[in-house]
């Protein structure tokens, strides 16, 4: 059964507006961690952003923001003020606890255009 | 040093050859990984060490043979490979606090692309 759900198709995006991208994960352990990366054109995986499943507020790291909501499963990522180097594949994961399996979705392609 | 690095950046390779793809972390992580990542597609857990003992083996084909010689060097060494097995191969690693979730991101080298002639 696939654990982390990302549906939307590829996203176009003017500069320095604000994107959203969707998130829902599935799985009955209480204690979990959902993770988004972003992964340009060259290729390397690059850690954005942590939420953990105890965690009473929303994550944030500078442009990037988690919309958290637990009881519906999901897990959004906001970009703010998108930048055209913002242009990637983007996966939310998911990692119980004591897995060492991260869970990937299919992943998000958006495209920042001037 | 929060880095992990992986060498060569590309391979070209016959169905005939043996290579090596190699893996280096300083982080003084525990866990490392191999995924197999094709175009477009999520990357694919192929093995995980734990500890320098192979703890998972996603029915990884025998044709890819993974090493860990210490807790900072991975290998993945490749024979007899076929046209299917080009893709990029993403190494990664991650300290290891229990069984607590902890942040604990595992962080991804650069990869490899390997074209299989």
């Known amino acids: 059964a696939q654990k982390i759900t990302q549906t939307q198709p590829g996203m176009f995006v003017q500069e320095k507006e604000a994107v959203t991208l969707d998130c829902t994960y599935d799985?009955?352990?209480?204690?979990?961690?959902l993770f988004w990366y972003k992964q340009p054109s060259s290729g390397e995986m690059i850690f954005l952003i942590y939420?953990?499943?105890?965690?009473?507020q929303n994550a944030t790291e500078g442009r990037y923001s988690l919309n958290f909501q637990k009881a519906r499963k999901s897990a959004n990522l906001v970009i703010s003020a998108s930048q055209l180097g913002d242009s990637a594949m983007y996966f939310c994961?998911?990692?119980?606890?004591?897995?060492?399996?991260?869970?990937f979705g299919k992943g998000n392609q958006v495209v920042v255009i001037p | 040093d929060t880095e992990v690095t992986q060498t060569p950046k590309h391979l070209v390779m016959g169905m005939t050859n043996k290579k090596s793809l190699k893996c280096e972390q300083h982080m003084g992580h525990r866990a490392m990984y191999w995924y197999k990542q094709k175009a477009k597609k999520p990357p694919e857990l192929m093995f995980v060490?734990?500890?320098?003992?192979?703890?998972i083996n996603e029915s990884v084909p025998s044709r890819f043979s993974p090493e860990c010689p210490n807790s900072s060097l991975l290998n993945l060494h490749l024979h007899a490979l076929q046209p299917e097995d080009s893709a990029l191969y993403l190494c990664?690693?991650?300290?290891?606090?229990?069984?607590?979730?902890?942040?604990?991101?595992?962080?991804f080298g650069p990869g490899t692309r390997l074209t299989v002639l």
């Open positions: 939420q953990g499943s105890y965690d009473q």
């Open positions: 799985t009955s352990d209480p204690s979990y961690g």
């Open positions: 994961a998911m990692r119980e606890s004591g897995n060492n399996r991260l869970a």
């Open positions: 990664a690693s991650r300290g290891v606090e229990g069984d607590s979730i902890r942040r604990n991101e595992q962080f």
């Open positions: 060490y734990s500890y320098e003992k192979l703890s």
